[in-house]
């Protein structure tokens, strides 16, 4: 994609609609001509201070921007007949001072309240930040408050003079955690509205729906109509053939109202004409069923991306193509073209594959789970699982979201979203597929234990998103976040008609960390006063075969009663005297009658789960597992949000070293000094270290530094251990001579660190989730040993608490085995500061610190290896 392109975003405005933001060219000239002529002299004055006349030379400077000193953008109208009409400018230009640039924007008088400048000020802020601009100033007249609003509500930390007769306006534009979070609601605010009509819609067009058998319009309309549809519902079809005994018309204009939502399911050669027929016609969303589309090559990608600059020409939004449909409950809508219809209920579904989706709610239906929405997104062209999220979070409907993803289109996107609706509803995600790192010049430790698949299980953890890796521990764990309270711990009780089934179920609790309850005493002495003497009142509690529904129904509230139980698993082995669904039947009264406030699970053994309030699962594990995620989500909830922190860092030197080694190579592994002149500016770290490539060099250094010495090989990114090229505690010259004998020139001298934990922290780019760091045990067996965690950005302070002090590592770091506690707090501002370096340079492509040692007060890197390389462009056209 080409530098211009990069710079054409579409952005979400308030109330829904899109915006095409975009470099001007010099076809734009009588565009921009009449933009500049139609404000108003008010305008006009408080854009430039004064009266101008709009003539050539004024239009010209507008059309023509470098991006290095001045940068210009664009807005222009979508969803109106003149979708090439200009109705807003932005733009910076440098001032002496490097680092800062004067902002300045004007918007068309009609379209003032649209968020419009806001979104140029967020796109222009990011373009003059890839120019190396840290700071915007603007000089505004003090009757311009819309302008003043504007800077107020973007979310930078603005500071405002008074300068006789005008207001200095000046702020960092760094993208700092108050200003995302600033874009995130207001994205959040227009991207519900956007999905209205798709999925509240109050009339709907089925184009292509016919009568002949098989055709996939005809069972969508007659899914539709079936299924109750609050709305009004029109098939169409070229031969105004009626549908299922209702009148059809031959196209989307004939229709006698406007519709919201047009689904159209037509040969995909067809699509284009049926989408801008529909649109033409007023429908503010379609969903395209139809295949034959990126899925299929080059090709298909190419009309694909024709198609959705159709849409977003519409200001419209689109489901699909390449997919089964829209269920919503709200409306008692089945626009899919599934064989069944489907129960209303409280989960909302997402599925880029319409067979998976379909799959889990067969599953989630056979054990008593309606749906509030079931999308299927297909290729997500348009609406992705992010969009999603946001409606569902508002959806009074919903009370927990299960994803199928194959492909993350934005994860950082999807990670900020995730972690705010996950604080409300429980999510669920599987997620299938992985990629790889890519092709690499000379792997790093950090790379080859890194892969996508362990950053997506990162920001999964990261976000509260619970991910499955089955279809049916996806199933298994949403029957009980969708039904059941949150466990307050670990600790839990097993009531069973069969003590082998018990021992099986305590043991599968103990392997996740479960403890079991001990019971009070007055919780046993009532069990004893119910149960015969031959029952076990302990936990886990054995009722014997001669148990009743009856006799469940009574223990299981006395059991859910005890202070010291967090969750009840319930096991019922079926037997004349107590059926399995008729136990689950008769502990969900209880539990309702009781109105329990504790996660209570039933394990049928044999059986199929049923429909119950009561999850049922076949097997103990099965029930285990789900109760271990449910505890996950628990102790999520609780665990501090976290703040991103900002280091104090020296861009400038970063800056320097990045730059120079692009400049010798596009992708190249840094030699030891400028790899920690990168790493100091930072502010990670270092050994010191000399590099020679003499004798004489060496043994000036050798001085310097002292004795004993580490001697290193000096090559760039090798793996110095595989090669033999460290020679630790040289102690003399003698030794010092042998080992450049044996290391060559040139060669890197150090002191030596004494004592300490070798550790691993490092960084790898990941082509679809960015930056990933790493941190785990380090030295020369780091892979064989295992146990490096990961995590995605951005990384909060408490994420890189975590990422320090859990696992191998954590062992490691608190104190294994009686050696001395390491400095945590060092760890936790090293990982901070290689996350900040790796999010301000993409170009570092790889770094890999191995090892670092940990010692009882701080924390040094003695050998490092950093490649650089150009960043793959991100050319994204949508913005949010």
Request: contains cysteine; glycine residues 8%.
């Amino acid at each position: 994609m080409s530098a211009t392109g990069q710079r054409v975003h579409d952005v979400i405005l308030r109330g829904g609609r899109t915006l095409r933001l975009r470099p001007p060219s010099e076809a734009d000239a009588e565009a921009m001509r009449r933009f500049l002529t139609d404000l108003s002299p008010a305008s006009m004055r408080m854009r430039f201070h004064g009266t101008r006349r709009v003539d050539d030379a004024m239009v010209a400077a507008f059309l023509d921007p470098d991006w290095i000193d001045e940068g210009i953008l664009l807005a222009t109208a979508v969803g109106e007949d003149e979708s090439d009409r200009v109705i807003g400018t932005a733009g910076f230009t440098r001032l002496r001072d490097p680092r800062a640039a004067e902002v300045s924007f004007v918007v068309a008088e009609d379209r003032q309240s649209d968020w419009i400048a806001t979104r140029l000020l967020e796109r222009l802020a990011d373009e003059a930040g890839r120019a190396g601009i840290e700071r915007f100033i603007a000089e505004v007249l003090p009757e311009n408050r819309p302008m003043l609003r504007v800077f107020e509500d973007s979310g930078f930390e603005v500071s405002r003079t008074d300068e006789g007769g005008e207001i200095r306006v000046e702020f960092p534009i760094r993208s700092d955690e108050r200003y995302r979070e600033a874009v995130d609601l207001r994205d959040h605010r227009a991207v519900g509205p956007s999905l209205r009509p798709v999925l509240d819609p109050a009339a709907v067009a089925v184009v292509g729906a016919s009568a002949r058998d098989g055709s996939i319009g005809g069972a969508i309309f007659r899914n539709i109509v079936e299924a109750g549809y609050t709305g009004s519902v029109f098939p169409v079809n070229r031969s105004g053939e009626p549908v299922a005994g209702h009148p059809a018309h031959a196209s989307v204009a004939d229709l006698p109202a406007p519709v919201d939502l047009a689904v159209v399911a037509v040969p995909s050669a067809a699509v284009q004409g049926a989408v801008a027929e529909a649109l033409s016609a007023g429908a503010k969303a379609v969903c395209v069923i139809s295949a034959g589309f990126a899925e299929t090559g080059p090709g298909g990608a190419q009309a694909e991306a024709e198609l959705l600059a159709l849409v977003r020409s519409h200001g419209a939004r689109m489901v699909g193509p390449n997919c089964l449909g829209i269920f919503a409950a709200a409306r008692a809508m089945n626009a899919t073209f599934s064989r069944r219809q489907f129960e209303p209920g409280n989960v909302a579904i997402s599925s880029q594959s319409g067979a998976v989706g379909l799959a889990v709610i067969d599953e989630a239906s056979q054990r008593g789970l309606g749906l509030s929405a079931f999308v299927s997104i297909g290729n997500k062209a348009d609406v992705s699982s992010n969009d999603l999220l946001e409606y569902w979070e508002d959806d009074a409907g919903t009370d927990a979201i299960a994803l199928y993803l194959e492909s993350f289109g934005n994860p950082r996107r999807f990670a900020r979203i995730a972690n705010r609706v996950a604080r409300r509803k429980p999510i669920l995600a599987l997620k299938s597929g992985s990629t790889t790192m890519g092709e690499r010049a000379a792997m790093s430790h950090t790379a080859a234990l890194a892969g996508s698949d362990q950053a997506a299980e990162a920001l999964f953890r990261q976000a509260g998103v619970l991910r499955a890796h089955t279809l049916q521990e996806l199933c298994d764990v949403l029957h009980l976040v969708a039904t059941q309270p949150l466990p307050n711990g670990r600790r839990v009780a097993i009531l069973s008609n069969a003590g082998g089934l018990a021992i099986l179920c305590a043991d599968a609790c103990a392997e996740l960390g479960f403890e079991l309850a001990p019971l009070s005493e007055h919780t046993r002495q009532h069990l004893a006063g119910i149960l015969p003497d031959e029952a076990t009142v302990a936990n886990p509690v054995d009722m014997i075969a001669s148990a009743t529904s009856e006799t469940f129904a009574s223990v299981v509230p006395l059991l859910v009663a005890d202070t010291d139980v967090d969750a009840l698993v319930v096991l019922a082995a079926p037997t004349s005297l107590a059926m399995p669904e008729d136990v689950v039947r008769a502990i969900g009264e209880a539990c309702e009658r009781e109105g329990t406030t504790k996660p209570v699970l039933a394990v049928t053994p044999g059986t199929t789960p049923q429909a119950s309030s009561v999850p049922c699962y076949r097997y103990p594990e099965a029930a285990a597992g789900a109760l271990a995620r449910a505890v996950e989500r628990a102790e999520w909830l609780r665990r501090p949000h976290g703040r991103v922190h900002e280091p104090v860092v020296d861009r400038e030197a970063a800056q320097a070293v990045v730059d120079a080694a692009l400049e010798a190579s596009p992708d190249a592994w840094l030699a030891a000094d400028p790899a920690r002149r990168l790493l100091t500016a930072y502010g990670v770290p270092c050994v010191t270290q000399r590099t020679v490539t003499n004798r004489p060099e060496a043994l000036e250094a050798a001085h310097a530094l002292r004795y004993p010495l580490a001697v290193k090989m000096g090559e760039a990114g090798v793996h110095k251990i595989d090669r033999g090229g460290v020679i630790l505690g040289v102690g003399d010259v003698p030794a010092l001579d042998a080992a450049l004998d044996r290391i060559g020139y040139p060669a890197v001298l150090q002191p030596m660190v004494s004592g300490g934990i070798e550790l691993l922290a490092g960084v790898v780019q990941d082509p679809v989730f960015g930056p990933v760091v790493a941190f785990g045990p380090g030295g020369t067996m780091a892979e064989l040993i295992g146990g490096t965690a990961f995590a995605t950005l951005p990384l909060t302070d408490f994420d890189a608490t975590e990422l320090v002090t859990s696992g191998k590592a954590g062992e490691l770091v608190t104190g294994f085995r009686g050696r001395p506690a390491a400095d945590v707090g060092a760890l936790v501002d090293l990982v901070v500061r290689l996350a900040a370096l790796a999010e301000d340079f993409p170009q570092v492509a790889e770094l890999d610190l191995n090892p670092v040692i940990a010692l009882a007060d701080d924390c040094v890197a003695v050998d490092a290896r950093v490649r650089i390389a150009h960043a793959a462009p991100q050319g994204r056209l949508k913005s949010w």
